[in-house]
């Protein structure tokens, strides 16, 4: 996929959040620039890392490093107090919203692996190489340290799955 398609895809994903719109453009720019395809270093790639990392992180307060692996159409919901560990992997259609962390445990752990179509409410913590299942849901505040499966509904501190209402 080129990277204007992926452009497209993400800009409809988060029609109506112009902040989501900026963000995540920038990130597919500043990534592509990280990791050409011919893998030979480009003389613009600094000058765009510390512009993507000025712009976005700075000013707009969400750490999504250039390097990090993320599916297609992210969304980005009032995006503010965003931090993604660069080694953690966001699946295809995933949903962020303030102040979500997705993370490691000490220095250097594991990351969480996110799926697709995954919504993490604001303020939630996922945390560790845990896997969060395609289709899953996160809520807000909920803090995981254990995996979540697919499909499941996850609430509170420690994070609790939902059972299904009859």
Same mark, same amino acid.
């Given at each position: 996929?080129?990277?204007?398609?992926?452009?497209?895809?993400?800009?409809?994903?988060?029609?109506?959040?112009?902040?989501?719109?900026?963000?995540?453009?920038?990130?597919?720019?500043?990534?592509?620039?990280?990791?050409?395809?011919?893998?030979?270093?480009?003389?613009?790639?600094?000058?765009?890392?510390?512009?993507?990392?000025?712009?976005?992180?700075?000013?707009?307060?969400?750490?999504?490093?250039?390097?990090?692996?993320?599916?297609?159409?992210?969304?980005?919901?009032?995006?503010?107090?965003?931090?993604?560990? %660069?080694?953690?992997?966001?699946?295809?259609?995933?949903?962020?919203?303030?102040?979500?962390?997705?993370?490691?445990?000490?220095?250097?752990?594991?990351?969480?692996?996110?799926? %697709?179509?995954?919504?993490?409410?604001?303020?939630?913590?996922?945390?560790?190489?845990?896997?969060?299942? %395609?289709?899953?849901?996160?809520?807000?505040?909920?803090?995981?340290?254990? %995996?979540?499966?697919?499909?499941?509904?996850?609430?509170?501190?420690?994070?609790?799955?939902?059972?299904?209402?009859?």
């Amino acid at each position: 996929m080129t990277l204007l398609a992926q452009l497209r895809e993400d800009v409809r994903a988060n029609r109506g959040q112009t902040k989501g719109q900026l963000v995540v453009a920038a990130y597919r720019v500043a990534h592509a620039v990280r990791r050409p395809l011919d893998r030979r270093p480009q003389p613009w790639a600094l000058p765009v890392g510390v512009l993507y990392r000025v712009l976005v992180e700075w000013v707009l307060t969400v750490e999504i490093p250039w390097g990090t692996v993320v599916g297609r159409r992210l969304r980005v919901f009032h995006g503010a107090g965003i931090v993604v560990n %660069d080694r953690t992997v966001l699946g295809d259609d995933v949903t962020l919203r303030q102040n979500v962390t997705l993370g490691n445990v000490r220095p250097d752990g594991p990351c969480p692996v996110i799926g %697709d179509r995954v919504e993490l409410g604001a303020g939630c913590i996922v945390l560790g190489g845990i896997r969060v299942g %395609d289709d899953a849901r996160v809520g807000a505040g909920a803090v995981v340290t254990k %995996d979540v499966p697919a499909g499941a509904t996850v609430v509170g501190n420690p994070a609790r799955i939902l059972e299904p209402r009859a």
